[in-house]
């Protein structure tokens, strides 16, 4: 069932939920799929997670060693931009917190570059990107993303529009100022907070 936005909520839930919807959004039910290009086969065996750019000492995580990181739960909405939101999904990860300890950063980065498979960046101020509940994840309310939706792992940055959230991850690279990703060259927002409604560059 779709949440009409532009009518008056009826009832206690769709009160609820309006509070809970970023402007200009509607409700899904559904998780939808989004992305350019095809969906990338990935195979385990070979797949690494890259920490490079501007830290003491780059690293390259095998699968293997990405699982056996600290993980966690957190159950948090998403908005994308193209104005569906959905709430009160079960994400299961690993904290962005947990990565991060494996490097020492330089003290010139101000902003990271999140690579995926197939060439896809976005771009986070560390600020965006250090937060508390982001984590890459690999479950949504107990089941293995599908991979259409990431497998085997995605970021997970709730207080951004979705886009920042890149699916097939395959690594970051800190750097000392901000660059547009592949979302952001095409004039999406650098940022992209939903509160603010920050969907386009040019705004
Ligand atoms: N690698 C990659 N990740 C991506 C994208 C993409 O094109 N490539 N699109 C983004 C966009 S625009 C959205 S809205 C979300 C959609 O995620 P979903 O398909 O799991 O809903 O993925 C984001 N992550
Ligand atoms: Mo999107």
Known sequence: ????????PQNERERAV???LPPGQYLTEKWPVLHYGSVPRVDLDTWTLALEGLVTAPRALSHAEFKQLPRRTVKSDVHCVTRWSMLDSRWTG???????????????ATHVMVHAEHGFTANLSLDDFLREENMLVDT????????????????FVPH????KSAKWLRGFEFMAGDRPGFWEHYGYHMRGDPWQEERYGWQ
């Open 1 to 8: 069932m779709a949440f009409n936005f532009f009518r008056r």
């Open 18 to 20: 309006a509070d809970r």
């Open 94 to 108: 690993v904290p962005v917190a947990e990565v991060m300890k494996l490097v020492e950063l330089k003290p010139e």
């Open 140 to 155: 949504r309310n107990d089941e293995p993303i599908a991979p259409e939706h990431g497998w085997p792992l995605r970021l």
């Open 160 to 163: 951004l529009y979705f886009w």
